[in-house]
């Protein structure tokens, strides 16, 4: 039978090794790079007049699909066929790139 101090320095010991474990083999996820991108807002709405999609293209004719969160939604709302400076993250799928809107402004001309 164990004795008491012995099952203790086992536990310590299983313990132990479960904490370093995780600890080394804990990735840190990248932190998305936040681009400024500045470009000409796009909306388009179904018959319902609901958003079905946000677009950015920017003066080099690159075009950003907007993510249709809440942010994405106001920008397609509130700057419709104007020019801003969105701030956000930028992924792609498919070839299409994506921004995820953080923030927005309207650039004037």
């Not at 020019?83 to 402004?105: H, I, M, N, P, R």
Request: charged share 25%.
């Amino acid at each position: 039978m164990l004795t008491t101090k012995r099952m203790w320095g086992i536990v310590f010991v299983v313990m132990a090794s479960a904490l370093l474990a995780s600890g080394l083999f804990a990735a840190e996820a990248p932190k998305p790079n936040v681009v400024k991108l500045q470009g000409v807002v796009s909306t388009s709405y179904d018959a319902n007049e609901v958003i079905v999609s946000v677009k950015l293209t920017t003066a080099e004719d690159v075009n950003y699909e907007v993510v249709l969160d809440a942010k994405g939604k106001e920008l397609g709302e509130q700057m419709d066929g104007e020019t801003v400076e969105a701030e956000g993250t930028v992924s792609e799928k498919d070839g299409q790139k994506w921004l995820t809107v953080s923030a927005f402004k309207r650039i004037e001309k």
